[in-house]
């Protein structure tokens, strides 16, 4: 379990006005116990086995939420089907994909963040967070 990243998701869900209901609860512990990529199927089988009375559409609903306040973000790896990822306090998530094997690389350490706020000031936007995705060979299919 990820507490910090729970409780930083937890912190930005009541910062925009939303209450901590069972389904919210049990969906983000879900996603920061795994501090992994899930897909909505994964989510909606671990909520199911772990909390019978939370229902199928309300944990679409809260997907759905989390992802338009920005606290998880989709990202498409294997498949059409996105998985989420829980955006950390530092709001940095990078990893590689290898097109031939489908192998992910998490990056934990961001070396983007300087170039990245100066595009922000271009823009005018107080960048928060960001998602990376690069596409490149790993070592064994090199
Ligand atoms: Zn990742
Ligand atoms: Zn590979
Ligand atoms: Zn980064």
Redesign the pocket.
């Known amino acids: 379990m990820n507490e910090q990243m729970l409780q930083t998701a937890v912190k930005r869900l009541k910062m925009s006005g939303y209450k901590l209901t069972t389904a919210r609860r049990t969906v983000l512990n879900i996603l920061c116990r795994h501090d992994?990529?899930l897909t909505s199927a994964e989510v909606l089988t671990l909520v199911e086995a772990q909390e019978e009375s939370i229902g199928r559409a309300s944990v679409f609903r809260t997907l759905d939420l989390l992802t338009e306040l920005a606290i998880i973000r989709p990202?498409y790896?294997r498949a059409s089907t996105p998985?989420y990822?829980v955006m950390p306090k530092n709001g940095h998530?990078?990893?590689i994909i290898c097109p031939q094997c489908s192998r992910?690389t998490?990056?934990d350490d961001c070396a983007v963040e300087g170039l990245l706020d100066e595009w922000g000031e271009h823009h005018n936007v107080d960048i928060s967070g960001h998602?990376l995705?690069l596409y490149g060979a790993c070592e064994e299919c090199q």
């Open positions: 992994e990529h990202t790896l998985h990822i998530h990078a990893h992910v998490e990056i998602v995705e």
